[in-house]
T-cell receptor, first 114, second 113 residues
Framework: SAVISQKPSRDICQRGTSLTIQCQVDSQVTMMFWYRQQPGQSLTLIAT?????????ESGFVIDKFPISRPNLTFSTLTVSNMSPEDSSIYLCSGDSWSNTEAFFGQGTRLTVV | AQSVSQHNHHVILSEAASLELGCNYS??????LFWYVQYPGQHLQLLLKYFSGDPLVKGIKGFEAEFIKSKFSFNLRKPSVQWSDTAEYFC???????????FGTGTRLQVFP
């Protein structure tokens, strides 16, 4: 099984600033995803991080707000741009591969925007 | 659009009680089904999964789930819960070749000694 390291684990940020979250997998994975888990709610998929190309965003999420990079098969970043208090949430990355047939998750980043 | 419903938002049980958490999905095609667990302060972990075959799936820590296609359900069960089962439980579904997981709203389980 893959191990996913995500950092930072938590941060408190001023509104209007940006935060970049990093996700490192200890083995190559085919797919990587970014989710958001707002307080008291379930996980919502933000986007699929594609290696070497633009991420594929779900409805309601745009690249200008959540730029994503995935330079190789084991690393991805999500930036939360121009933050507002509504962005306060837990952000999680996950990865899976065709051989594993299950998704593995990072520890999550708890973001508080003040 | 695919969606997943978990009707039990918060369940409180005593140790040794039996557990059943409901999960229904809305997708007419072939699906893969998952239950994930998130223990306090920890990351999401896979509890069990169903892809095909025997509709009764056994997972870790004594959990099992039954896929009932006619009811679009994948309920999670455990005959006797323990205090250490206190956690948040998420049902999830994806259609083959999409890899995207659609999560239910989660069920918070509290088990008291």
């Amino acid at each position: 099984s893959a191990v996913i390291s995500q950092k930072p684990s938590r941060d408190i940020c001023q509104r209007g600033t940006s935060l970049t979250i990093q996700c490192q997998v200890d083995s190559q994975v085919t797919m990587m995803f970014w989710y958001r888990q707002q307080p008291g709610q379930s996980l919502t998929l933000i986007a699929t991080a594609n290696q070497g190309s633009e991420a594929t965003y779900e409805s309601g999420f745009v690249i200008d707000k959540f730029p994503i990079s995935r330079p190789n098969l084991t690393f991805s970043t999500l930036t939360v741009s121009n933050m507002s208090p509504e962005d306060s949430s837990i952000y999680l990355c996950s990865g899976d591969s065709w051989s594993n047939t299950e998704a593995f998750f990072g520890q999550g980043t708890r973001l508080t925007v003040v | 659009a695919q969606s997943v419903s978990q009707h039990n938002h918060h369940v409180i049980l005593s140790e040794a009680a039996s557990l059943e958490l409901g999960c229904n999905y809305s997708y007419g095609g072939t699906v893969n089904l998952f239950w994930y667990v998130q223990y306090p302060g920890q990351h999401l972990q896979l509890l069990l999964k169903y892809f095909s075959g025997d509709p009764l799936v056994k997972g870790i820590k004594g959990f099992e789930a039954e896929f009932i296609k006619s009811k679009f359900s994948f309920n999670l069960r455990k005959p006797s819960v323990q205090w250490s089962d206190t956690a948040e439980y998420f049902c999830a579904v994806n259609a083959p070749n999409t890899d995207k997981l659609i999560f239910g709203t989660g069920t918070r389980l509290q088990v008291f000694p």
